[in-house]
Antibody, heavy 118, light 108 residues
Framework: QVQLQESGPGLVKPAETLSLTCTVS????????WSWVRQPPGKGLEWIGY???????TYNPSLKSRVTISVHAAKNQFSLRLSSVSAADTAVYYC????????????WGPGTLVTVSS | SFELTQPPSVSAAPGQTASITCGGD??????VHWYQQKPGQAPVLVVY???ERPSGIAERFSGSNSGNTATLTISRVEAGDEADYYC???????????FGGGTNLAVL
């Protein structure tokens, strides 16, 4: 059973860059799509973007100008960078694996809370 | 991008049936997935491709999708079903993944 675990700073200052890593165990990164999803406190889920295989990415247009998702295959990790953050970016950030041709998320990390505050 | 509309809340008594809807333009042409999220936990896939259940999900959870509305049905509701439920689709035109706003199921 594949397991995912997010890691990174829990506090980021406004205007700085949020950086998170998702470590995948029990399975390979190859042949799957890997996404980041976030959830502001008390609100719903928002898809941020995905990375596939050798590095193909697609991002939510509302975040596209600030987001970069990358893969570190040797470490079985993929990462999220979100630049120029503000309080509106405070959220629980989840990494998730997609499975199947219709992009269902079948495995999720437990999530990590990132607070943007000075 | 595709938009999905869910009611903010739904309630049901134990033993009754709860129905949670997810509206979208011709959503019947999409494959809809449903997630259950309990407080402080990550979402869990409970129905995929409109009506398929992942291994380990109770048969009480079922789904349907037609026209402009997809529906998650929870039969014989239990206290442990109290959670937020989200629908999700893959917008094949934009290649984006889209979530509905979520519905809180209260078990009375």
């Amino acid at each position: 059973q594949v397991q995912l675990q997010e890691s990174g700073p829990g506090l980021v200052k406004p205007a700085e860059t949020l950086s998170l890593t998702c470590t995948v165990s029990g399975g390979s990164l190859s042949t799957y799509y890997w996404s980041w999803v976030r959830q502001p406190p008390g609100k719903g889920l928002e898809w941020i973007g995905y990375i596939y295989n050798s590095g193909t990415t697609t991002y939510n247009p509302s975040l596209k100008s600030r987001v970069t998702i990358s893969v570190h295959a040797a470490k079985n990790q993929f990462s999220l960078r979100l630049s120029s953050v503000s309080a509106a970016d405070t959220a629980v950030y989840y990494c998730a694996r997609e499975y199947g041709g219709n992009a269902r998320f079948d495995n999720w990390g437990p999530g990590t809370l990132v607070t943007v505050s000075s | 991008s595709f938009e999905l509309t869910q009611p903010p809340s739904v309630s049901a008594a134990p033993g009754q049936t709860a129905s949670i809807t997810c509206g979208g333009d011709n959503i019947g042409r999409q494959s809809v997935h449903w997630y259950q999220q309990k407080p402080g936990q990550a979402p869990v896939l409970v129905v995929y491709d409109d009506s398929e259940r992942p291994s380990g999900i109770a048969e009480r959870f079922s789904g349907s999708n037609s026209g402009n509305t997809a529906t998650l049905t929870i039969s014989r509701v239990e206290a442990g079903d109290e959670a937020d439920y989200y629908c999700q689709v893959w917008d094949s035109v934009s290649d984006h993944r889209v979530f509905g706003g979520g519905t809180n199921l209260a078990v009375l």
